[in-house]
C-alpha cells in the first residue's frame, strides 16, 4: 500500500524531567507511535525480574534501562512472551459466541494498542549523535539518524529516551533499506524496491500484479498525455508503470518521507529523471490520461508511520480521490483505484456505499481485475481476524467520468 500522510512525518519533541540518584535529569522524549508522553520513570537495570518488570508497565511506569544492552532486549522478549501468555477469562457454560465483526476488530485494535504500550515501557537513552552508553550497546547510530533526522537544538537536553522497541524498529528498517525486498511480477525481470522507516514496504505483492496486468489507457502511452501516481510511497508503482511503457509519471504524496524514499529508488533503477515528484494532497494541477491510487484499505486511525499505509480515518483519501477524480481525467482517461474489500469483511465499510461514493463522484465502473492475497496471515487459524482474511480480494477498479 502507498503512504498517505494523516500525520507529521517527521517526529515530535518533548522534554521530559525525572529524578535519578536525587538529582534531576531531563531528556527529550522521541515516539512514532500515538502514545502520550511519559509521566512515571524509573532507573532499572540487570537486577529487575521480568514479572515485576511486566507489573509495572501493566501500572503504567517507563523503564529507563542502566543495565547491560543485551540483557534489555532479553527483557523485551520476556514482556513480549508475558503478553502472548496472558490468562483468558474462562467462558461460563453458555456462553454467547465470540464477537462478531466490527467489534471483533475493534477490540483486536485495542488489545494491539495495549501492547504496544506495554512493550514500549522499556526504555533507551542516547545522546546527540545516536550513541548509546550501556554495556555491549552496538553503534546503531546510522540507523537512528536515518529514522529520526538530527537531534533538535535543545539547551536543555543533551539526550533522547527512545522505547527499545522502536529502536529495534529503526534498527530493522534500515536493513530492509539496504538490501531492499525483491519483487518477482510476472512478465518483468525481478527488480528491488528499498523501503525507508516509516514508509510501507510492497511486502504484500499481489497489489503489484494487478497493475501489472490491467490495461493501459492508449494515452497514457504516449508522450504528450501525463499518467499520475496519487500516494507515491516507496515508488513502486511510478517504476512499475514505467516499465510497462508510460513514458513520464507525476508522483504526489505529502510525506516527505515517502518522496526521499521513492526518489532513493526511482534513482536506483534508473528511472529518476522520468517522473517528477510533488509535495501534494492528492491531485497535481491538470489532467491526467491515467491516474493511479492505492489508498489506505480500513478506515481508521492510525497510532503510528507506518499505520498511516493501511488506516484512512474517514476514509479521507479514497472519497478525496473519487471526488476530484472526475475533474481531472482527459476524455477517455481512467482511474486506477486499487484497494482490498477487507474492510467490507470487518463491517467497517460496505460495497454498497464504496459504490455510492463512486456514483456520487461522477463516475462509472469500466471493469475491475480481482486477486486472492498470498501473505501468511490469510491462511492463519489463529490470526483474531482470520475469518476476513481468508475471505479478502484485492481489486484494481478502472473508472471514469460517466459520459
Same mark, same amino acid.
Given at each position: 500500500?502507498?503512504?498517505?500522510?494523516?500525520?507529521?512525518?517527521?517526529?515530535?519533541?518533548?522534554?521530559?524531567?525525572?529524578?535519578?540518584?536525587?538529582?534531576?535529569?531531563?531528556?527529550?522524549?522521541?515516539?512514532?507511535?500515538?502514545?502520550?508522553?511519559?509521566?512515571?520513570?524509573?532507573?532499572?537495570?540487570?537486577?529487575?525480574?521480568?514479572?515485576?518488570?511486566?507489573?509495572?508497565?501493566?501500572?503504567?511506569?517507563?523503564?529507563?534501562?542502566?543495565?547491560?544492552?543485551?540483557?534489555?532486549?532479553?527483557?523485551?522478549?520476556?514482556? @513480549?512472551?508475558? #503478553? =502472548?501468555?496472558?490468562? /483468558? &477469562?474462562?467462558? %461460563? +457454560?453458555? *456462553?454467547?459466541?465470540?464477537? $462478531?465483526?466490527?467489534?471483533?476488530?475493534?477490540?483486536?485494535?485495542?488489545?494491539?494498542?495495549?501492547?504496544?504500550?506495554?512493550?514500549?515501557?522499556?526504555?533507551?537513552?542516547?545522546?546527540?549523535?545516536?550513541?548509546?552508553?550501556?554495556?555491549?550497546?552496538?553503534?546503531?547510530?546510522?540507523?537512528?539518524?536515518?529514522?529520526?533526522?538530527?537531534?533538535?537544538?535543545?539547551?536543555?537536553?543533551?539526550?533522547?529516551?527512545?522505547?527499545?522497541?522502536?529502536?529495534?524498529?529503526?534498527?530493522?528498517?534500515?536493513?530492509?533499506?539496504?538490501?531492499?525486498?525483491?519483487?518477482?511480477?510476472?512478465?518483468?525481470?525481478?527488480?528491488?524496491?528499498?523501503?525507508?522507516?516509516?514508509?510501507?514496504?510492497?511486502?504484500? @505483492?499481489?497489489? #503489484? =500484479?494487478?497493475?501489472? /496486468? &490491467?490495461?493501459? %489507457? +492508449?494515452? *497514457?502511452?504516449?508522450?504528450? $498525455?501525463?499518467?499520475?501516481?496519487?500516494?507515491?510511497?516507496?515508488?513502486?508503482?511510478?517504476?512499475?508503470?514505467?516499465?510497462?511503457?508510460?513514458?513520464?509519471?507525476?508522483?504526489?504524496?505529502?510525506?516527505?518521507?515517502?518522496?526521499?524514499?521513492?526518489?532513493?529508488?526511482?534513482?536506483?533503477?534508473?528511472?529518476?529523471?522520468?517522473?517528477?515528484?510533488?509535495?501534494?494532497?492528492?491531485?497535481?494541477?491538470?489532467?491526467?490520461?491515467?491516474?493511479?491510487?492505492?489508498?489506505?484499505?480500513?478506515?481508521?486511525?492510525?497510532?503510528?508511520?507506518?499505520?498511516?499505509?493501511?488506516?484512512?480515518?474517514?476514509?479521507?483519501?479514497?472519497?478525496?480521490?473519487?471526488?476530484?477524480?472526475?475533474?481531472?481525467?482527459?476524455?477517455?482517461?481512467?482511474?486506477?483505484?486499487?484497494?482490498?474489500?477487507? +474492510?467490507?469483511?470487518?463491517?467497517?465499510?460496505?460495497?454498497?456505499?464504496?459504490?455510492?461514493?463512486?456514483?456520487?463522484?461522477?463516475?462509472?465502473?469500466?471493469?475491475?481485475?480481482?486477486?486472492?492475497?498470498?501473505?501468511?496471515?490469510?491462511?492463519?487459524?489463529?490470526?483474531?481476524?482470520?475469518?476476513?482474511?481468508?475471505?479478502?480480494?484485492?481489486?484494481?477498479?478502472?473508472?471514469?467520468?460517466?459520459?
Amino acid at each position: 500500500m502507498q503512504q498517505q500522510q494523516a500525520m507529521s512525518s517527521s517526529p515530535s519533541w518533548a522534554l521530559l524531567q525525572w529524578q535519578e540518584q536525587a538529582a534531576p535529569r531531563s531528556a527529550l522524549w522521541r515516539a512514532d507511535s500515538s502514545m502520550a508522553a511519559l509521566r512515571r520513570i524509573e532507573t532499572a537495570d540487570d537486577s529487575l525480574p521480568a514479572d515485576l518488570a511486566y507489573r509495572k508497565a501493566c501500572e503504567g511506569t517507563a523503564m529507563l534501562w542502566r543495565g547491560d544492552f543485551h540483557n534489555a532486549r532479553q527483557l523485551l522478549l520476556a514482556l @513480549g512472551r508475558r #503478553l =502472548d501468555k496472558k490468562p /483468558r &477469562a474462562r467462558k %461460563p +457454560a453458555g *456462553a454467547a459466541v465470540p464477537p $462478531a465483526f466490527p467489534h471483533a476488530f475493534h477490540l483486536h485494535r485495542q488489545a494491539q494498542a495495549q501492547r504496544a504500550r506495554i512493550l514500549s515501557s522499556l526504555l533507551i537513552e542516547l545522546d546527540a549523535q545516536w550513541h548509546c552508553a550501556l554495556r555491549r550497546a552496538p553503534d546503531w547510530s546510522v540507523a537512528c539518524r536515518e529514522a529520526w533526522g538530527e537531534l533538535p537544538a535543545d539547551g536543555e537536553a543533551r539526550s533522547v529516551l527512545v522505547p527499545l522497541r522502536e529502536l529495534l524498529g529503526a534498527l530493522g528498517a534500515h536493513e530492509w533499506r539496504k538490501k531492499g525486498v525483491e519483487l518477482s511480477i510476472p512478465g518483468m525481470d525481478p527488480w528491488r524496491i528499498h523501503p525507508h522507516y516509516g514508509v510501507f514496504s510492497p511486502v504484500r @505483492g499481489e497489489y #503489484l =500484479d494487478l497493475v501489472a /496486468r &490491467a490495461p493501459l %489507457p +492508449a494515452a *497514457a502511452l504516449t508522450d504528450q $498525455a501525463p499518467v499520475w501516481d496519487i500516494g507515491v510511497g516507496t515508488g513502486v508503482l511510478s517504476a512499475l508503470l514505467l516499465r510497462r511503457g508510460v513514458k513520464q509519471v507525476v508522483a504526489t504524496d505529502l510525506s516527505e518521507r515517502a518522496l526521499a524514499c521513492a526518489r532513493d529508488n526511482l534513482r536506483r533503477l534508473g528511472l529518476g529523471p522520468r517522473v517528477s515528484l510533488v509535495r501534494e494532497d492528492l491531485f497535481p494541477q491538470g489532467r491526467a490520461a491515467l491516474v493511479v491510487c492505492n489508498p489506505p484499505w480500513l478506515p481508521g486511525k492510525a497510532g503510528s508511520l507506518l499505520e498511516q499505509a493501511v488506516y484512512d480515518e474517514d476514509s479521507r483519501m479514497l472519497r478525496g480521490f473519487l471526488q476530484g477524480l472526475a475533474a481531472h481525467l482527459l476524455p477517455g482517461g481512467e482511474g486506477w483505484l486499487i484497494v482490498s474489500d477487507l +474492510a467490507e469483511h470487518l463491517g467497517l465499510r460496505s460495497r454498497e456505499q464504496l459504490l455510492a461514493w463512486v456514483e456520487d463522484a461522477g463516475l462509472q465502473v469500466l471493469g475491475r481485475e480481482d486477486i486472492r492475497p498470498r501473505h501468511g496471515k490469510s491462511t492463519d487459524a489463529a490470526d483474531p481476524l482470520h475469518a476476513a482474511r481468508a475471505a479478502e480480494v484485492t481489486s484494481l477498479w478502472r473508472l471514469a467520468a460517466q459520459a
